[in-house]
């Protein structure tokens, strides 16, 4: 085992989940500054800017989260089909794909305001 260190066993299943708490910091941040200088007034086409922003960075985080869960998933697959020890402890791996699946799905669910809510009040 390679990576097989107890911070770095708690680092691959938290991680899931501490970039869904970035992408929500990162998200509430985007949204009080547009709210401020009026982000939402400014047009790019069909959307508004802030609009525009809020759901770029909305579907870059569920894509690294998705691509974090797929990662994991690949490890132990990989390991199962090569017969070589994985990188972690099997468990580990399946705790971490499984944290990652989650957290893209709460990061997907989570956005689905900014489809078509008013950001601003």
Known sequence: MTLATRPAILL??????????????????????????????????????????LLLLWLLSVLVIALLAWQTWGWLQAARADGQPPPLPRFTL????????????????????????????
């Open 12 to 53: 691959v299943i938290a991680l899931g989940y501490t970039l869904w708490g970035g992408a929500l910091v990162a998200l509430y941040g985007v949204l009080s500054l547009g709210c401020v200088f009026g982000w939402e007034e400014v047009m790019l086409g069909p959307l508004t800017l802030q609009r525009g922003l």
């Open 94 to 121: 399946w705790l971490a794909a499984a944290c990652s699946i989650a957290a893209a799905g709460a990061t997907l669910f989570m956005g689905l305001p900014i489809l078509g809510a008013s950001a601003c009040i």
